[in-house]
């Protein structure tokens, strides 16, 4: 009886450690690596912010993207070959949102499929007169619930440059956040009821404000594609945070400061004037 109870014993501790503490330690392994000299190369030329960040950020930041090359599967679409600098630019833009915070790298994230250009996705939506019909959608980037990121490189990385308010990247990584409590709504997980209610209320009036600046003709920081519903102002507004927040700030300041609480970093230190 006791031989029999050591046996489960074993066989129990062995699941244990074959389940979580092997799949630890071997992440951890990847992370201690050295950071490749090729990646900093690419991370200096093409991430802007890269070189007016603090080192204890540029340090956070490499450790963060060791792990998420180690856990992530990159597949190329429509012929596209993965390179080295399409592999840790999407990586370093999507863990800029995860600097300074008490967080896993994209848990629910498993693979970024990356077309060459702008691709086509079929849809299907419901008119008012209760009817479904079938259109095609053109995209620069998805974010879907099951693990999977869609991206088109010439988006990430436009031949003519990033615009200013602009990353693919960043916003669909911003919907992955949003998704982590289990429903994309424009409020990610924020740990306490309080939080929330502060949220949907700067939410709510900022996007009020945005959609009503818009009806008047008149000129947003925010890009009007955020207009759409309050998850796409979530993600738009990050798309924004991070590559204009000085505008952001000074047209959005209550916004900014909630972005700014959640995202526990100030973009304006690495953005100049
Ligand atoms: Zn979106």
Aim: hydrophobic fraction near 40%; glycine fraction near 6%.
């Amino acid at each position: 009886m006791l031989a029999q109870f050591a046996v489960l014993l074993g066989i129990a501790g062995l699941l244990i450690v074959g389940m979580f503490v092997y799949p630890r330690w071997r992440v951890r392994r990847a992370v201690h690596k050295a950071f490749p000299l090729a990646y900093s190369a690419i991370l200096r030329r093409d991430l802007p912010q890269y070189r007016h960040l603090a080192p204890d950020l540029q340090w956070q930041l490499k450790k963060r993207i060791q792990q998420f090359l180690f856990e992530k599967t990159f597949v190329g679409c429509a012929g596209l070959e993965v390179t080295d600098q399409m592999r840790v630019l999407i990586a370093a833009r999507a863990c800029m949102l995860l600097l300074n915070r008490e967080t896993e790298v994209y848990p629910g994230l498993s693979h970024i499929l990356i077309y060459p250009s702008v691709f086509v996705v079929p849809r299907e939506f419901r008119t008012e007169d209760g009817l479904t019909v079938e259109s095609r959608q053109v995209l620069s980037g998805e974010s879907w619930s099951d693990g999977r990121v869609l991206l088109a490189w010439d988006q990430v990385m436009p031949p003519e440059g990033q615009i200013p308010g602009h990353d693919v990247v960043m916003h669909e990584f911003a919907h992955q956040l949003d998704g982590e409590d289990g429903v994309v709504d424009g409020a990610p997980d924020l740990g306490s009821q309080q939080r929330y209610q502060v949220w949907s209320r700067v939410m709510r009036d900022c996007y009020r404000r945005h959609a009503q600046m818009l009806a008047h003709g008149e000129h947003s920081t925010i890009d009007a594609y955020g207009q759409t519903n309050a998850a796409e102002f979530f993600a738009v507004s990050t798309e924004t945070f991070f590559t204009n927040p000085h505008g952001l700030s000074m047209e959005f300041p209550d916004l900014f400061r909630l972005l700014r609480q959640f995202y526990h970093v100030d973009p304006r230190e690495w953005a100049g004037s």
